[in-house]
């Protein structure tokens, strides 16, 4: 089994959760920009939450699944169609044989996931099937998808032919199948509201910095990937300048070089850096960040430490609940 | 060979820990380059990567810091006790940790060599470095390549040293705005640090030459050709001679 590249649109990855271990060697954790997504993707078709999806990047990207596949789409809803006909996200969806899948435009959000039901059967590097594109390491030969790629396939898990299996005796017309209920994640696509940690130098800012941080909105500008996003808007001075020793860095650090333009560290951001943090996005509203887009705007909104973990145990909670109530679901006699 | 130095118990209050978000911590002995503090860093870090506690991830050693991450949700479920956050937990664990710490001391530090071919296209802010300390370039180049440098860290980006031992004559601020591309192999030059870009990647560094030694080899087990201990030596060279290293190393 495999799925075939028809064409790679604007930018297809393969990502999963990150390589993690490696930091010490300055090695990137990368992995999928919303992270949430591909969790979801990956539990609707029965794999593991960690293994590995198709990252789609805004439009263009088109697949074709040469074997009759299970496969879910969550994320940013980018106009998926087979046959003309669009697919529903955050389900699972059974497809036929040669059926293709393509991705038509931006209704909402920035990136989609493509998870395939048994995972991609592709070489761990470092722990971790991730594309680190700048250090061609990882995913499809360490690069982005190319037209013409052949991604084989790994083994469907027992729960996955199950789903398969009733989705399979649902076709009556048309070349693929789903259900008709979902999991309500799509909430936070099209968000505008970040809540944000005070940075460990956040103090050093200038008060008016500090304000307006909290205050004012910023656009992200072209200059945005899967690294980080430069960010336009109020320009943030310190109250003095000073010189930082380099040190670790997280997703969602929001560092301000001396330009006074802040920069979001994102999947792919380098493990330690240089330039004051006046923020850290609290994980729990990372995957939203992950779904803006250059010419969005986003506002910060701080948040306590408390209330981050809080959000953080809520989110993990959900997920398993989800798990849970997809085990549970009577897949045999539906 | 480890030596027992000191435990860290006495200096423990000259110890700051502080959240990097919900799901990290950062250990910071110091706020300066020195080989005494990075001791420390590294027997915490070599620690933690032998034996830590239920919920870490993985942590990320740095000149004077070592930055902890870990999964909130596991350290709840395992450590979890009344209304204790997992920053809270985590820090007095790793307290815990520092209570009993020994240092290690290595005995002969390994030397590497890495040629650079300085100025030119290589090295285009070779001129700002030079003017902005009141030097000639080749004066920049003459310190830059007579010092040794220990590696303190890696990090920033795959197998990227961070050194010490840079001369105070040659000490530039990092740019305004990072570039967006910087080619692999260039050596710069930030505030008081010294490094080479191993893969090509933005950075705000000062660039004053180019290796055509490969630092980053990720088929290998140890990803990375220098680690935290080593010791440096630029060896200038000419662009002939860049070339030349360049097809054989390819």
């Known amino acids: 089994m495999s799925v075939q590249i028809i064409r790679p649109g604007l930018l297809a990855t393969i990502q999963d959760l990150g390589r993690y271990g490696f930091q010490q060697y300055g090695v990137v954790v990368g992995g999928a920009m919303d992270s949430l997504s591909l969790r979801l993707a990956n539990v609707l078709v029965g794999n593991e939450e ?167 909105e910023f656009q992200i500008t072209p200059q945005s990937d899967r690294m980080g996003y430069r960010l336009s808007g109020a320009s943030l001075g310190l109250k003095q300048p000073f010189e930082l020793l380099s040190e670790a860095v997280a997703n969602g650090t929001i560092q301000v070089p001396s330009d006074g333009n802040p920069i979001v560290l994102l999947a792919d951001r380098q493990t330690t850096g240089g330039y004051p943090r006046i923020g850290q996005i609290a994980a729990a509203d990372l995957p939203v960040v992950a779904q803006m887009k250059p010419g969005d705007r986003v506002r910060f909104q701080e948040i306590s430490l408390y209330e981050a973990e809080q959000l953080y145990m809520k989110r993990e909670k959900e997920i398993k609940q989800i798990r849970t109530a997809l085990l549970l679901k009577k897949w045999s006699f539906e | 060979m480890v030596r027992k130095i000191q435990t860290m118990k006495k200096n423990l209050e000259e110890i700051q820990m502080k959240p990097l978000g919900e799901s990290a911590l950062t250990v910071q002995f110091g706020t300066e380059i020195s080989s005494f503090i990075n001791k420390k860093v590294k027997a915490l870090a070599t620690k933690l990567h032998s034996e830590s506690f239920s919920g870490f991830i993985e942590c990320t050693p740095a000149f004077a810091s070592v930055t902890v991450f870990f999964d909130p949700f596991i350290v709840k479920r395992t450590y979890g006790e009344n209304e204790k956050s997992s920053f809270q937990i985590v820090r007095a664990i790793l307290e815990q940790i520092l209570e009993t710490l020994v240092e290690e001391v290595e005995s002969t530090p390994r030397i590497v060599d890495i040629p650079v071919c300085y100025g030119g296209d290589f090295g285009p802010d070779l001129d700002f470095v030079a003017a902005h300390n009141q030097l000639s370039a080749d004066e920049v180049i003459h310190l830059h390549a007579s010092a040794q440098y220990p590696v303190y860290m890696i990090g920033f980006a795959p197998g990227f040293p961070y050194l010490g031992g840079l001369s105070e004559k040659i000490n530039a601020p990092r740019r305004p705005s990072p570039r967006t591309s910087i080619p692999a192999g260039s050596v710069g030059i930030a505030g008081s640090q010294t490094g080479v870009y191993p893969i090509s990647t933005p950075g705000g560094w000062q660039l004053i030459g180019r290796t055509p030694m490969a630092l980053f080899r990720p088929d290998r087990d140890q990803p990375s050709v220098l680690s935290a201990g080593d010791i440096v030596k630029f060896v200038p060279i000419t662009k002939e001679e860049y070339d030349q290293y360049q097809e054989r190393w390819q």
Do not use: H
Request: charged share 20%; hydrophobic share 40%.
């Open chain 1, 50 to 216: 960690g293994e590995a999806a198709i990252e789609v990047t805004m439009m263009g990207t088109s697949l074709q699944f040469n074997e009759d596949t299970l496969i879910s789409i969550t994320g940013g809803s980018l106009n998926p169609v087979i046959d003309g006909n669009p697919v529903p996200l955050w389900r699972p969806v059974f497809v036929q044989k040669n059926t293709v899948l393509s991705f038509t435009g931006c209704k909402a959000g920035c990136r989609a996931y493509v998870a395939v039901a048994g995972g991609f059967s592709i070489p761990n590097v470092m722990n971790s099937k991730s594309t680190y594109i700048r250090g061609e390491i990882g995913g499809f030969k360490g690069r982005a998808l190319q037209e013409g790629d052949l991604i084989p396939l790994g083994e469907e898990s027992s729960f996955s032919r199950k789903i398969k299996k009733v989705l399979q005796s649902k076709l009556k017309q048309g070349s693929f199948a789903s259900v008709d209920w979902y999991v309500p994640f799509e909430r936070y696509i099209n968000k505008s509201v970040v809540r944000v940690l005070k940075g460990a130098e956040f103090e050093k800012f200038s008060e008016s910095a500090q304000k307006k941080f909290f205050e004012q």
